[in-house]
């Protein structure tokens, strides 16, 4: 009998997808891209909320950039055998321009960049808050103002 202890892992398993290397916006690192986009916003951070399929602040392809780890989520409780409905909300938070506080998680990190923070919250359908996050350091990638939305390019899309 599956448990909701296993929406934790879920959790961390979106945090991977979100923060890793396959995750291109219009061929540049997601996080990177995010961070510039959220730089000429004049904002430190953004949110998305995946299930509902939206963005703090707006960012213009935030539906779909949602649907790909909504996806993911998808397939990940069918495989634990939970039920879609065990999970009310999943919000992914990025973070930029951190302090990291004593720098000991990025020690060794062989990563240029300024510091940021991305986080995932799952909560359950019993009101329970699953949250994982991860420190690491991003350069705003491409270092110019972003594309319209329409020349936007989601590598988990093709």
């Known amino acids: 009998m599956p448990t909701r202890k296993l929406l934790k892992g879920i959790a961390g398993g979106i945090l991977g997808k979100v923060t890793g ?25 953004c949110s998305f909320e995946l299930l509902a399929g939206t963005s703090t602040p707006n960012i213009e392809f935030s ?20 039920p879609e409905s065990a999970v009310k909300e999943v919000v992914v938070k990025f973070e930029f321009n951190v302090s990291p506080g004593d720098d000991s998680d990025l020690v060794g990190l062989n990563v ?37 939305e329409g020349a936007v390019v989601l590598r988990q899309e093709l």
Do not use: M, W
């Not at 061929?27 to 995010?34: K, M």
């Not at 539906?63 to 939970?82: M, P």
């Not at 994982?132 to 319209?148: A, G, I, M, V, Y």
């Open 112 to 148: 240029y960049g300024q510091p940021f923070r991305c986080t995932v919250i799952l909560i359950a359908d019993t009101g329970k808050q699953y949250v994982t996050s991860h420190l690491s350091r991003c350069r705003r990638q491409p270092p110019t103002p972003p594309k319209d």
């Open 21 to 45: 290397r396959n995750n291109d916006i219009s061929s540049f690192l997601g996080v990177g891209y995010l961070y510039n986009l959220t730089h000429y916003k004049g904002v430190g951070g």
């Open 63 to 82: 539906e779909r950039f949602s649907s790909i780890y909504k996806k993911i989520l998808c397939e990940q409780l069918l495989k634990n055998k939970l």
